[in-house]
């Protein structure tokens, strides 16, 4: 791992049942995993369009009919105001409204809001905007939250503009002491932060997208948890060949997190993730090769792609290439005898390869599923314990994330 090994490994096993407590619930795959979330200073982004201007605008424009001029007024005095038609046909709607002089803004506003409520993101940009400065509505905390709810939605949709006016506004309300701000001031600066990263994401910035992804995965750092979200970013990222980025999507359509399951997507995802330098997609491909998941089983590759990765310092890897060796061996190869083989003498034999090698098929589970990597943290710990120092390695790069 990528880790530094801070401690001695007596210190280490001494302090394993504390590790264990903090690392479990950061635990996931160990090839599939996420490494320590590092949010690291991006270069500010680029200037973004107005959220009521430029080529959204222009495009939405030109797919507006004249609609009825008297739409807004007959509907402002209360009730839904878009009933009987689609999220974007309510959006159009209220852009013809919004370019007719004299349409009531109040009545806008609450067409683009549940245009925005019924899924339209452009109509959640421009709803964001108008809550937020009030034009239409009161112009109140309760406003200003749910504006800044609606331009977070288009902004997490991959409309960077709506990114980009929303983080402006916490900038100048933080900057001015406004008590429209969020409740919490630090609340407020932990949105502006997670706005301007996606902001950079979308702004073609990789290892941002990369960033993102795991933010999303994990719920940290402002972000819900929201698995599907993150493979979008994971996506996006790959798409600007981050190399992490593609290994993690790879990890998603492999157990269909937030995606449909998809094997042989996710062979691609890892071999383009080893092809730009991730050890962990190489290891990654050779588990692929080794099951004939994705791709055709050819063991020979397997264990080639193992130990480039291991040379390369991934564990993951170096597990793999000792267990395909073992089973060529004579040791079971399909995963329940298999586990039930290595976890009797990790038990009994007090074997710490056989608890690494145990610990790393609770990790893979087999067909997208039967994982417990609460199971296989514990597991690797014993080996740590029984004195295997890679072991100890593994279950510290959990305890620092």
């Not at 349409?103 to 067409?111: E, F």
């Not at 819900?224 to 998603?252: H, K, M, Q």
């Not at 080794?290 to 020979?300: A, C, R, V, Y």
Request: charged share 20%; aromatic share 6%.
């Amino acid at each position: 791992m990528k880790s530094s090994f801070a401690r001695s490994i007596h210190d280490l096993v001494a302090g394993l049942a504390a590790t264990l407590a903090a690392a479990l619930p950061a635990l996931a795959s160990l090839a599939c995993g996420a490494p320590p979330l590092i949010l690291s200073p991006l270069p500010p982004a680029a200037a973004a369009c107005p959220i009521d201007g430029c080529a959204a605008v222009a495009s939405t424009k030109a797919a507006t009919s004249p609609g009825d001029p008297e739409d807004c007024p007959a509907a402002s005095v209360g009730g839904a105001v878009c009933t009987g038609g689609t999220a974007e046909d309510c959006a159009r709607r209220a852009m013809a409204q919004w370019e007719r002089s004299g349409a009531p803004l109040s009545c806008i506003a609450r067409m683009f809001s549940e245009a925005c409520a019924a899924g339209e993101l452009h109509a959640c940009g421009f709803a964001g905007r108008l809550w937020l400065d009030g034009r239409g509505v009161a112009h109140d905390t309760e406003s200003v939250q749910k504006g800044l709810g609606m331009l977070t939605r288009a902004c997490d949709g991959g409309l960077a503009a709506s990114c980009a006016v929303a983080a402006r506004w916490l900038a100048r309300r933080a900057s001015a002491a406004n008590t429209d701000t969020p409740d919490n001031a630090d609340e407020g600066q932990v949105l502006k932060a997670r706005l301007e990263l996606e902001q950079a994401c979308l702004s073609g910035q990789a290892d941002a997208c990369f960033q993102v992804g795991q933010a999303f995965e994990g719920g940290n750092e402002g972000f819900p948890r929201d698995v599907s979200l993150a493979a979008t970013e994971y996506a996006r990222g790959c798409d600007l060949e981050d190399a992490r980025a593609c290994n993690s999507i790879g990890c998603a359509l492999e157990y269909g997190d937030g995606v449909p399951r998809d094997s042989a997507h996710a062979t691609e995802a890892f071999e383009r993730s080893c092809h730009l330098g991730e050890s962990t997609g190489c290891a990654n491909v050779g588990y692929m090769a080794e099951h004939g998941e994705g791709t055709l089983k050819d063991l020979s590759r397997a264990r080639g792609l193992y130990r480039d990765a291991c040379r390369a310092g991934e564990f993951y890897g170096c597990v793999h290439a000792d267990m395909l060796a073992a089973v060529q061996a004579g040791a079971p190869a399909d995963f329940a005898p298999a586990l039930a083989h290595w976890e009797r003498l990790c038990a009994v034999a007090r074997s710490a390869r056989a608890c690494e090698f145990a610990s790393i098929l609770y990790l893979d589970g087999v067909d997208g599923g039967q994982r417990d990597p609460a199971k296989s943290l514990s597991t690797m710990a014993r080996a740590c314990s029984l004195g295997e120092s890679r072991a100890c390695l593994w279950v510290k790069s959990y305890s620092e994330e």
